[in-house]
């Protein structure tokens, strides 16, 4: 199933809106982890508009696809995901790492709705996806799993463990992501923790690795497409080659954006980037679209 | 409760503990679909293998990787299944510890660990195989059921309360035979509820695991020579623990020694300890157990005499508990 230009240009438009709600729930926060957020936006759009089957008013049915965050960190991005998806009030997102809400950085599957599985501590997600895609075998049933991890978050060891068992059980139900937006925080991956070449790791533990432009929509759902056509008995896994910060020029690359405070100025700064992003993207699809 | 047990009380003592354990998996694994066994690398020493030979699709090794087993164990229970995972119990409280407080606690995941050479029961391996600490690790994790079994019976007895709660589970058992404390299964197993495996009005002694039936030969003998009353309590659920019994004994026997396989620090005996000091009545009272060391190498029974929590260990701490100069003032009663 190619992508057309006209669900292409509905996507950039929702991965514009929802990268605007990331940035307006970092603004009434204060401060979030708003550049590793931007840099996985457009996976997290693909994905819950074009490819999960999920059920809104339905959020536990049994036959949904699930998708495991494991940069739980990049909750604000993902609570506003789920909010206009329309499993939580999006007025929740106005309190967004606030005292008492029920969205804190790290969201939290037994409060907020649509949420598969708790993360945050990094290094947890490949595991417990790979349990969820496992379960669907004894289980029986056809749903697919779909898990990013941080490239960061690669360090981990548990990750590795996970991606041998994934391998061994030739768990092709299982398709994984990672956000390698080439930064952590206190540095570039390459300064702080050497992942390169990090593909061949991958294949190394009996992946079927694709390395593409993580911010390219049309690269993701081809992408995509053909995990969900893979007829081999490796598990598929995507590189997603992105920038952090992605749509906001002054955070673009930059790794201190891990985590950071938006004030009134640098908020109509980033608001203004998001527009010019997204008329460039625009363009693109008029270029390149079939 | 699911299913029956098909073997005897003979059976008992020709089945290791873990054994029993594993006999009871086939039988959840019998009744009901939704259980699933992991492992990492030691199904046979966790005796799961007859699990495995009956369910082979619903069996899973994960190699020696017990983070990925608990993280993989906490997605399959998030889509309906029931996940028992076996490994040695220093490895899923401490190796996979975050995995066992993150992915199974905080997300309060129906997933059974079946932890077992607990204690010093792997005594010959030394400390890397030793759980000395795992209670203490464990009871402090929210939404944690934590078990200490005294025996086959009890561990099976165990096994079926954690599938018919919801929540996750920690079950600790020795590894090989433990001494035969109960002779059938009937015995009255009550989820968070002590048994009184002794009646007695001098001391009591509250203990859990292996070191119950060590209680219960010491409250004989010193009934026999010393004309105590002992009462033994098998204090099987170490969270949450039945603060009802422990007040009684206070308040009935005055006198309290525990007994554990495992650091005083942290495990059965700070957990009565903070029973009865927020009862607000003083006690006689005395903790047996790894005294803040790693436990010596040997064979299980030569290292709990050297730790002083084996029968001889315990008449000793008895006789010594008696002589205290435990003083009442004289509206101890008044202040209950």
């Known amino acids: ?290 | 409760m699911a299913g029956s047990l098909t073997y005897t009380a003979i059976d008992s003592t020709s089945l290791s503990t873990a054994e029993i354990y594993g006999q009871a998996l086939v039988e959840l694994g019998r009744a009901h679909p939704e259980v699933v066994a992991l492992t990492a690398d030691l199904a046979k020493s966790t005796k799961i293998g007859d699990f495995q030979k009956e369910f082979p699709d619903r069996f899973f090794n994960v190699g020696i990787a017990e983070q990925d087993m608990m993280g993989i164990a906490a997605g399959m229970a998030k889509a309906g299944l029931v996940p028992f995972l076996s490994s040695f119990s220093v490895f899923t409280s401490l190796r996979a510890g975050e995995q066992l407080h993150t992915d199974l606690c905080y997300q309060n995941i129906n997933a059974k660990v079946i932890a077992t050479h607990s204690g010093t029961s792997f005594g010959q391996a030394g400390s890397t195989h030793h759980a000395i600490c795992d209670l203490a690790v464990t009871r402090s994790f929210p939404n944690l059921t934590v078990i200490c079994p005294a025996d086959g019976y009890e561990t099976y007895n165990a096994v079926m309360a954690a599938y018919n709660t919801p929540g996750p589970f920690y079950i600790r058992i020795n590894r090989g035979f433990d001494r035969v404390l109960y002779k059938d299964k009937d015995y009255g197993f009550e989820l968070g509820k002590a048994v009184t495996v002794n009646e007695g009005t001098d001391l009591t002694i509250i203990a859990c695991g292996s070191c119950v039936f060590q209680a219960w030969e010491a409250a004989k003998f010193l009934e026999v020579n010393d004309g105590l009353k002992v009462r033994v309590l098998d204090m099987h659920t170490i969270k949450p623990i039945d603060k009802e019994a422990i007040i009684k004994a206070v308040t009935e026997t005055r006198r309290i020694i525990t007994v554990e396989d495992h650091t005083v620090i942290g495990g059965l005996g700070s957990a009565v300890a903070e029973v009865v000091v927020e009862a607000g009545k003083g006690c006689a009272f005395r903790k047996l157990g790894i005294q803040d060391q790693f436990a010596p190498i040997g064979l299980h029974e030569d290292i709990m005499n050297a730790l002083g929590i084996d029968s001889n260990g315990i008449i000793n701490a008895v006789r010594d508990v008696m002589k205290m100069d435990f003083e009442e003032d004289d509206d101890w009663d008044d202040e209950m």
């Open chain 1, 1 to 290: 199933m190619s992508l057309t230009k006209a669900e292409w240009l509905a996507l950039e438009k929702k991965a514009y809106e929802l990268r605007t709600l990331c940035l307006d729930t970092t603004s009434w926060a204060g401060s979030g982890h708003i550049g590793g957020g931007m840099s996985c936006m457009d996976l997290l759009t693909v994905l819950y508009h074009k490819y999960l089957h999920l059920r809104v008013d339905e959020p536990n049915w049994p036959d949904r696809d699930r998708f495991v965050l494991s940069k739980g960190h990049a909750g604000i991005a993902y609570a506003p995901v789920l909010c206009d998806y329309g499993f939580n009030d999006p007025e929740m997102l106005k309190t967004f790492n606030l005292s008492g809400s029920k969205m804190g950085i790290h969201l939290d599957a037994n409060k907020v709705v649509g949420v598969d599985a708790s993360t945050g501590s990094l290094g947890h997600g490949l595991p417990m996806a790979l349990g969820m895609a496992l379960a669907a075998r004894v289980q029986g049933k056809d749903y697919k799993t779909y898990v990013l991890l941080g490239d960061g978050e690669c360090d981990e060891g548990s990750n590795w463990e996970a991606a041998m068992a994934a391998s061994n059980f030739k768990a092709t139900n299982l398709i994984s992501f990672v956000d390698r937006n080439g930064c952590m925080i206190d540095g570039k991956t390459e300064d702080v923790m050497k992942l390169e070449p990090f593909a061949d790791k991958w294949a190394a533990f009996g992946m079927e690795v694709r390395s593409i432009d993580g911010n390219n929509i049309k690269e993701i759902c081809d992408a995509i497409d053909e995990a969900l056509a893979n007829e081999s008995d490796k598990p598929f896994m995507i590189i997603l080659n992105t920038v952090k910060g992605e749509g906001i020029d002054f955070m673009e690359g930059d790794y201190t954006w891990h985590y950071g405070a938006i004030n009134e100025e640098k908020y109509a700064d980033a608001k203004a980037s998001l527009e010019k992003h997204y008329q460039k993207r625009l363009a693109r699809v008029e270029k390149e679209a079939e």
